[in-house]
């Protein structure tokens, strides 16, 4: 008995593992786009392990929200693990919203917390909107209107942060 | 493509900033509070199970007891 439990843990273990290898960075990003912080690229140069990444609130967020889904891993039943962590996440973000009200140098630095949430569930997840409305406890309209409020915000203001322009600057001139 | 979808276009590629560095241990913390939730979740289900025994017991008791089921005594 026990020693069955025992295999059954550490299969889990093994694709658990496994998944968060392959999604955790996608995970971590959006993350790192709802808590507001400025986070680093990959490969944006030295200094990585300078102890303040810019991602802790981040990585509090998603650790929490993986947690959930390692422990209901056994009873995902088909469903894809990647959108459950999405969801818990997004739930998680939803109900301590207000932890995340002040500017933190972000790209997502203008928005509010909810606005930030619609919109990455919505442009950077393309989740559709009945899903997003759904997840979120807010009418079809509602979620159209945010979003659309959200983009001519972001597109309003002079938008272009350091990390955007240093990342952009080498693509446009090949 | 209508305008809004060009707006919404737009604003994808700002969020698209390329993925953040997955600190290596963030997987082995996730698991490991995640097998504190099945350890909580293990503990209320023992405990929801042993006074479940405990109710079912006492009425066995209470039952065996009073024998509701057997007619009162005649009153004179």
């Not at chain 1, 990959?42 to 390692?70: C, F, I, K, N």
């Not at chain 1, 509010?112 to 009945?130: F, K, M, N, S, T």
């Not at chain 2, 209320?44 to 024998?67: P, S």
Request: aromatic content about 4%; some cysteine.
């Amino acid at each position: 008995m026990n020693e069955r439990r025992a295999a059954r843990e550490r299969r889990r273990a093994q694709e658990f593992e496994l998944f968060v290898a392959g999604a955790g960075g996608r995970l971590l990003h959006a993350a790192l786009l709802l808590t507001g912080e400025p986070g680093r690229a990959v490969g944006s140069g030295a200094g990585v392990d300078d102890g303040s990444r810019g991602t802790e609130a981040a990585e509090r967020l998603l650790t929490a929200s993986l947690a959930r889904t390692y422990a209901d891993w056994g009873r995902l039943r088909g469903e894809d693990p990647y959108a459950r962590t999405r969801q818990e996440m997004a739930a998680r973000f939803a109900r301590t919203a207000r932890r995340y009200r002040h500017p933190r140098g972000g790209v997502l630095d203008r928005l509010a917390p909810r606005e930030r949430l619609v919109l990455v569930l919505r442009l950077h997840e393309g989740v559709a909107e009945e899903q997003t409305a759904a997840a979120l406890g807010l009418s079809v309209e509602r979620v159209r209107i945010i979003c659309t409020r959200a983009v001519n915000t972001l597109r309003s203001r002079p938008a272009t942060p350091p990390v955007a322009a240093a990342r952009q600057a080498p693509g446009a001139a090949p | 493509m209508s305008a809004h979808d060009r707006k919404e276009e737009e604003v994808r590629r700002m969020l698209d900033l390329g993925h953040p560095r997955v600190p290596p241990e963030l997987a082995a913390r996730a698991a490991a509070r995640g097998r504190g939730i099945l350890r909580a979740r293990r503990a209320v289900r023992a405990v929801a199970w042993v006074l479940l025994l405990i109710a079912v017991v006492a009425f066995c008791v209470w039952a065996a007891i009073e024998a509701p089921w057997s007619a009162p005594p005649r009153e004179p």
